[in-house]
T-cell receptor, first 113, second 111 residues
Framework: GAGVSQTPSNKVTEKGKYVELRCDPI?????LYWYRQSLGQGPEFLIY????????DSGLPNDRFFAVRPEGSVSTLKIQRTERGDSAVYLC???????????FGPGTRLLVL | SQQGEEDPQALSIQEGENATMNCSYK?????LQWYRQNSGRGLVHLIL?????REKHSGRLRVTLDTSKKSSSLLITASRAADTASYFC???????????FGKGTSLLVTP
C-alpha cells in the first residue's frame, strides 16, 4: 500500500505570500501530525488531528499557521503572510488510533525568499 | 521546544564497527522511540521501548532505557555503509501522541 504522500515536494515563495501544503495519509490512519524541521534540527511538533478535529495545536508558532482536515483524511497546512523564518521542511505523519509508531511522508521543503 | 538531546552530534565509523548513540530527555515518558532519516527527508521508525522496559533488540539494533537517568542508547552492531543517516530519539508529547524529537546524531559509515 501507499505510504504518506506530501505535495508539493518543494515550494519557493516570496515573503508575504500565502502557501498551502498538502498531506495524504495512509488509508485508514485516523491520526495525522504536522512537524516542521529546520536545518540541523530535529522535527518540531506543530499540530495533531484525530479524525477531522485538531486534538492538539499547541505547537503552531503563531496565528499565521492553520491546518484543516475536513473529511478526516487529507490535511492541508496553511501559512499566511510567509516570513523567511518559515523556511523549513514540513513533515506530515500518520498513525492508527492509539498506535505510537508514526509513519512519515517525504516532506515539503519550503523556501521563503 | 525539543526535549530529547542526542549525543554525539556526529559520529564517523568504518563498516563493521559498532555505533552507539545516546539520548537524554527531561520529563517523564510513556515510551521512547528511535527514528532514522536519510537526506533530510522522511523519517523511518526503528524501534520503540516502553518506560517499563530496560532493553530491546531488533535485528542489529539494541536499545536501552534508564528512566532514573532519563537516558536511552541506540547501538547498531556490525554497521554498514547503508546505515549512514541521521538518528533521532523521540519521546511522547504532553498530549501523549505527538512526538518530541531531539536534534539527532549524524552517523557516517565509511566502507
Amino acid at each position: 500500500g501507499a505510504g504518506v504522500s506530501q505535495t508539493p515536494s518543494n515550494k519557493v515563495t516570496e515573503k508575504g505570500k500565502y502557501v498551502e501544503l498538502r498531506c495524504d495519509p495512509i488509508s485508514g490512519h485516523t491520526a495525522l501530525y504536522w512537524y516542521r524541521q529546520s536545518l540541523g534540527q530535529g522535527p518540531e511538533f506543530l499540530i495533531y488531528f484525530q479524525g477531522t478535529g485538531a486534538a492538539d495545536d499547541s505547537g503552531l508558532p503563531n496565528d499565521r499557521f492553520f491546518a484543516v482536515r475536513p473529511e478526516g483524511s487529507v490535511s492541508t497546512l496553511k501559512i499566511q503572510r510567509t516570513e523567511r523564518g518559515d523556511s523549513a521542511v514540513y513533515l506530515c505523519a500518520s498513525s492508527l488510533w492509539g498506535e505510537e509508531t508514526q509513519y512519515f511522508g517525504p516532506g515539503t521543503r519550503l523556501l521563503v525568499l | 521546544s525539543q526535549q530529547g538531546e542526542e549525543d554525539p552530534q556526529a559520529l564517523s565509523i568504518q563498516e563493521g564497527e559498532n555505533a552507539t548513540m545516546n539520548c537524554s530527555y527531561k520529563t517523564s515518558i510513556n515510551n521512547l522511540q528511535w527514528y532514522r532519516q536519510n537526506s533530510g527527508r522522511g523519517l523511518v521508525h526503528l524501534i520503540l521501548i516502553r518506560s517499563n522496559e530496560r532493553e530491546k533488540h531488533s535485528g542489529r539494533l539494541r536499545v536501552t532505557l534508564d528512566t532514573s537517568k532519563k537516558s536511552s542508547s541506540l547501538l547498531i552492531t556490525a554497521s554498514r555503509a547503508a546505515d549512514t543517516a541521521s538518528y533521532f530519539c523521540a519521546t511522547d508529547w504532553d498530549s501523549g501522541y505527538a512526538l518530541n524529537f531531539g536534534k539527532g546524531t549524524s552517523l557516517l559509515v565509511t566502507p
